[in-house]
């Protein structure tokens, strides 16, 4: 069993910057890839960036590349998504999530454990 607590959202204008952070509790972290996904208001859910378990392969869905980075720290068992030249269209609750094993998956539905997301409004 892995929890997953999101922290780190808020609201920024255009252009700005933040970093949200998943911390998971487990002695397992190490086992699991992790992503981050968001949902805005009337809109699925969707794929926004992942991190195999070992941290050697790194998925960004196009819409966030070169804006947005994915690290973790498995010492401290936290992944990061920091976000950078956020437009206002990235508004929404950003959630992460984990799956054990050390391939990419997009799809939601491929994971296990999921936080309680965060709210990120960026504003025009």
């Known amino acids: 069993q892995v929890q997953l607590v999101e922290s780190g959202g808020g609201s920024v204008q255009a252009g700005g910057s933040l970093r949200l952070s998943c911390a998971a509790s487990?002695?397992?972290?190490?086992?699991?890839?992790m992503g981050w996904f968001r949902q805005a208001p009337g809109k699925e859910r969707e794929f926004v960036a992942a991190?195999?378990?070992?941290?050697?392969?790194?998925y960004y869905a196009d819409s966030v590349k070169g804006r947005f980075t994915i690290p973790r720290d498995n010492a401290k068992n936290t992944v990061y998504l920091q976000m950078s030249s956020l437009k206002p269209e990235d508004t929404a609750v950003y959630y992460c999530?984990?799956?054990?094993?050390?391939?990419?998956?997009?799809?939601?539905?491929?994971?296990?454990?999921w936080g309680q997301g965060t709210q990120v409004t960026v504003s025009s």
């Open positions: 999530a984990a799956r054990a094993g050390n391939t990419i998956v997009t799809a939601s539905a491929r994971y296990d454990y």
């Open positions: 487990g002695r397992t972290f190490i086992m699991y890839t």
């Open positions: 991190i195999t378990a070992s941290g050697a392969r790194i």
